[in-house]
Every structure is written in structure tokens, then in C-alpha cells.
């Protein structure tokens, strides 16, 4: 398993943005796929968007593509989440997450991952 830590969160208006990091204690960065999930009070844990190991395949959920972008700098071993039109419905504790793998291009339920961060909490006001 890998140690994930999200940093980033905070409060927003709603419209503003945020950018989500996501910094892994792992050497070889570039051998894993990655994941933003977000989990609402009283909600399921929901997919966000993912990012294959060379970061030249990405899939989101319908409901935020177009305002979040989803990017990794294998250099830094850190994965990002660009957050733009942030919307009250948004607001989220949002999990980062990885799994060991070159051969799958992107993973959208939560039991395709091994590895988590502890969540940084994203509140967006109206």
C-alpha cells in the first residue's frame, strides 16, 4: 500500500476554486493509477475522476466534467484535482486514491483502489 496525503481544502463561494493535491510516499510514482472520490454527510462515496499512470487517460463523473480537471506530475509523486465553478453541492470530504497498476487506464468504484488518504474536507457556500 501506498501513504496518500490530500491537502488543499477549504471554504469557497460558490463559483470560486480550489486545487486539490494529493502527495504519495511511494518511489516509482509513474507504476500507479490514481483517483478523486468525494463522500457527502449521509451519502455513499462517490467517483470524482481518475488518472492512468502516464496521465494521458482520464475519466470524470458526469457531473463535474467541464469544471474539474484532473492532472499527476510523476516527478513530484503528486496528483491534482483542479476544482473551477465550484457549486454548494460540491461540498464534500474528497479521498484521493491509488492503486499499483500500468495496465488499466482509469478505475471509477471505490474497490478498484488499495490505497487512501485520510480526506480533505472541500465546503462550498451559496
Known amino acids: 500500500q501506498v501513504q496518500l496525503v490530500e491537502s488543499g481544502g477549504g471554504l469557497v463561494q460558490a463559483g470560486g476554486s480550489l486545487r486539490l493535491s494529493c502527495a504519495a510516499s511511494?518511489?516509482?510514482?509513474?507504476?500507479?493509477?490514481m483517483g478523486w472520490f468525494r463522500q457527502a454527510p449521509g451519502k455513499e462515496r462517490e467517483f470524482v475522476a481518475a488518472i492512468n499512470w502516464s496521465g494521458r487517460s482520464t475519466g470524470y463523473a458526469d457531473s463535474v466534467k467541464g469544471r474539474f480537471t484532473i492532472s499527476r506530475d510523476n516527478a513530484k509523486r503528486t496528483g491534482y484535482l483542479q476544482m473551477n465553478s465550484l457549486k454548494p453541492e460540491d461540498t464534500a470530504i474528497y479521498y484521493c486514491a491509488a492503486r499499483r497498476t500500468i495496465t488499466i487506464p482509469t478505475m471509477n468504484t471505490p474497490r478498484e483502489y488499495d490505497s487512501w488518504g485520510q480526506g480533505t474536507q472541500v465546503t462550498v457556500s451559496s
Open positions: 511511494i518511489g516509482t510514482f509513474s507504476n500507479y493509477a
